[in-house]
């Protein structure tokens, strides 16, 4: 079974940094055609923030898009979100999801992100 285990969150002043990383355990993320970071803000809808195919192939929200970058790391299965400038707007629970070839889909337990002074 596989499972998707987030860490590197916490608090962080305005204009911070942080690293979030997405180990996955019981299948190789090279396996996965698409890892990607979502995130869900108190009273909003879980939101895609950045994903990254097999290929190398990346996306960003607007929102992130030159702040964050996704990255992975097939030996260490490993798929991380380093994210630079962060705005108490980036303040959420960050959650890893990995997508097979085949559509399925398997989400993390989430880790908390909060920016505040």
């Known amino acids: 079974q596989v499972q998707l285990v987030e860490s590197g969150g916490g608090l962080v002043q305005p204009g911070g940094s942080l690293r979030l990383s997405c180990a996955t355990s019981g299948r190789s993320i090279s396996s996965f055609y698409v890892m990607g970071w979502y995130r869900q803000a108190p009273g909003k809808e879980r939101e895609l923030v950045a994903t990254?195919?097999?290929?190398?192939?990346?996306v960003y929200a607007d929102s992130v898009k030159g702040r964050f970058t996704i990255s992975r790391d097939n030996a260490e299965n490993t798929v991380y979100l380093q994210m630079y400038s962060l705005k108490p707007e980036d303040t959420a629970v960050y959650y890893c999801k990995s997508q097979t070839f085949l559509g399925k889909h398997g989400w993390g337990q989430g880790t908390q992100v909060t920016v505040s002074s």
């Open positions: 990254i195919t097999s290929g190398g192939v990346t």
